[in-house]
């Protein structure tokens, strides 16, 4: 295995590096939430589903931030670890570092839109307020969207098999949780969630009706 570090790894690495602070931020918050509210935010979810589907993702987030930051070391490794060369993927990988970096950067800010309503499961038994200024006036599930922006930045800058496994099977999570979450708060607030449904969209600002 050849450990020299070519300098197309750069934008994977930098792009790697984003995800652990990433995911550095997200315990901070979960830290935070326990020590305010005296729950972990949800981190392991209280509801089975919940629980089945973070016992799932959790290993997969791990190797998400780890294999970007892998990339020097690649060569030796199995095809599935092996990016694909194309022309131009140099500057689709940096404009992939920007993109990241303004994702993570109005994540940072929708976390402080949450405030202490944050949390990243459904806790049947919480009823947290109902956040609908600052991001969440343009868009419901903002940090959900912003998530799977990320995933197809990282893929962007290393395009191998593994991390198109990593970027399909994450965004189906999100989609899919997205969805258990909105029900969820439909139950929890009733109308007043269901109005804000019409007017905001769920990954996109919304503009004239539809969903």
């Not at 990433?22 to 918050?29: D, E, M, P, R, S």
């Not at 570092?97 to 994702?103: C, G, I, S, Y």
Request: with cysteine.
């Amino acid at each position: 295995m050849s450990f020299a570090f070519p300098p197309t790894s750069w934008p994977a690495v930098i792009v790697g590096f984003i995800l652990g602070i990433y995911w550095l931020c997200v315990l901070w918050l979960v830290a935070r939430t326990k020590r305010v509210a005296g729950r972990a935010g949800n981190f392991v979810p209280p509801e089975l589903l919940g629980r089945i589907i973070r016992f799932a993702w959790y290993p997969l987030v791990v190797c998400w931030i780890f294999f970007p930051l892998l990339t020097p070391f690649v060569s030796g490794l199995p095809w599935a670890f092996q990016p694909y060369v194309y022309p131009g993927a140099e500057i689709v990988s940096w404009v992939a570092v920007m993109v990241a970096v303004v994702a993570f950067g109005i994540t940072c800010v929708c976390w402080a839109n949450m405030g202490s309503s944050w949390r990243m499961g459904i806790d049947p038994n919480e009823k947290t307020q109902l956040v609908s200024s600052g991001a969440y006036a343009y868009v419901r599930n903002p940090i959900y969207g912003l998530s799977q922006v990320l995933v197809l930045s990282t893929l962007a800058v290393l395009p191998t098999p593994s991390m198109l496994i990593i970027t399909i099977v994450h965004m189906f999570f999100m989609q899919w949780e997205v969805r258990r979450e909105e029900k969820y708060l439909l139950q929890l607030h009733g109308s007043p969630y269901a109005d804000y449904m019409k007017r905001v969209g769920r990954f996109v600002p919304k503009i004239g009706g539809g969903h």
